[in-house]
């Protein structure tokens, strides 16, 4: 596994799903609702592997490492210090599926 084990997850986060959310004309607006939070690892990834990303017109990319949650995938958006991470990648980090590390880029406004 990661340097990121159990121990290691130590930063709050809230994990957010796309949603329709009301406009308040009678219509709806795509959103994001809150369906969890949790405890994860969040670090940067590196820069030779940031440096391709960078190429596909990419921003800052992270890597967040987290106890497996049910239906997370790619289009779903986790909250780290009031910083939108958009998710692009899920992949299990051991046999058991345990764990999860997500590959995220940090929305900028």
Excluded at 8 to 23: G, H, M, S, Y
Excluded at 39 to 62: D, H, K, M
Excluded at 81 to 106: H, K, M, N, T, Y
């Amino acid at each position: 596994m990661s340097a990121a084990t159990p121990g290691a997850l130590r930063r709050r986060v809230t994990i957010e799903a796309p949603a329709d959310l009301p406009d308040g004309a009678g219509g709806v607006a795509r959103g994001f609702a809150a369906v969890a939070t949790a405890f994860a690892a969040v670090e940067p990834v590196s820069a030779e592997e940031a440096a391709p990303a960078r190429a596909l017109g990419l921003n800052r990319l992270w890597k967040v490492t987290l106890r497996a949650l049910d239906g997370l995938g790619g289009g779903h958006r986790v909250i780290w210090g009031g910083r939108p991470l958009d998710v692009l990648s899920v992949r299990a980090l051991d046999a058991d599926d345990r764990f999860l590390e997500l590959l995220c880029e940090e929305v900028t406004p």
